[in-house]
């Protein structure tokens, strides 16, 4: 039997998925089966399902939307959180990957930070978030306050984007992080590097006691 090229891109999609899970958890970004993952494909998207460990995902432990975010394949339980990954894709038109974490940096920092974005300079690191050319550089990361109404979330996360516009993740606070790549080795990178440089500031903040 022939596999169709759209079939063979969400598989690889979903490969690729599960080695970024396997990954994600040895770093222990994702306990208790937090977090979700997804990817844009040419027929939709693959996104992981409720509940699943992120560490030991499988192929059906995903689901595929269609381009409306309709599902088309997968009897599992999607993540609740699914609408912020698709409200993500619409906002950044390269973006090809979300990866959701929730690090004890990432989940701490943006809760004591009054702010609605976690500025961040004076590190070399800055430099492996793509369009980031120097250390002097100043990088924000905006934050959203956390709702369990995701529709209401989405719209927030779009608002800012219309004057701010949204270029390699967003916090939600006391939650987590959502990194986005236009590819699967892009989104790592991303996520490795904020993690990073999330982990500085809150050593910094126990080493200063400098209120954020």
């Known amino acids: 039997m022939l596999i169709s090229e759209e079939c063979m891109q969400n ?18 970004w994702v306990p ?34 269609n381009h409306l975010g309709e599902r088309v394949a997968g009897a599992i339980k999607p993540s609740a959180e699914t609408q912020l990954h698709l409200s993500l894709y619409q906002l950044i038109p390269d973006a090809q990957y979300v990866l959701h974490t929730h690090s004890v940096a990432a989940t701490v920092l943006s809760n ?34 956390n ?10 996360v779009s608002d800012h984007h219309l004057h701010s516009p949204i270029k390699h993740a967003v916090l ?8 986005v790549g236009r590819n699967i080795d892009e989104v790592r990178r991303h996520l490795e590097a904020l993690e990073f440089l999330f ?3 809150l050593e910094s903040l126990k080493i200063t006691g400098t209120a954020l």
Request: aromatic fraction near 6%.
């Open 32 to 65: 208790a089966t937090g977090g979700n993952f997804s990817a844009r494909t040419s027929t939709g998207f693959v996104v992981t399902a409720s509940g699943q460990d992120k560490g030991a995902l499988m192929p059906e432990h995903f689901l595929q939307l």
């Open 172 to 179: 939600i606070r006391g939650h987590g992080l959502y990194a």
């Open 112 to 145: 004591i930070i009054q702010r609605h974005q976690l500025e961040l300079t004076g590190y070399e690191m800055q430099k492996a978030l793509s369009g980031i050319t120097s250390h002097l550089e100043s990088l924000a990361i905006p934050i959203f306050d």
């Open 199 to 201: 982990s500085c500031e």
């Open 147 to 156: 709702d369990q109404d995701i529709d209401r979330l989405s719209l927030l």
């Open 11 to 28: 598989n690889t999609a979903i490969s690729e998925l599960i080695e970024a899970g396997k990954w994600v958890s040895q770093k222990g």
